[in-house]
């Protein structure tokens, strides 16, 4: 998908036309609420990584569907 993604239009151009994602699609991803009190983690990565940290400030008790590690997000 990299190869099709557009910086200057924030799209993906595919066969069909173009395709962008949304805050929704985000959501879904991560399984991270898209609405509520912002998300205050520090600038340093905590001792046992970001997931255990964003899901505590959260309030979540199962895993998201993707995991925090090393600055990004993993499956």
Do not use: N, Y
């Not at 520090?42 to 899901?55: D, V």
């Amino acid at each position: 998908m990299a190869e099709r993604w557009r910086p200057e239009t924030h799209t993906f151009h595919l066969p069909e036309g173009e395709m962008t994602i949304t805050l929704k699609d985000v959501a879904i991803l991560t399984g991270l609420p898209i609405s509520g009190d912002a998300i205050i983690v520090p600038t340093t990565k905590p001792e046992g990584g970001w997931g255990p940290l964003i899901r505590d400030r959260l309030g979540l008790t199962c895993r998201p569907p993707l995991q925090f590690k090393d600055g990004g997000l993993h499956r």
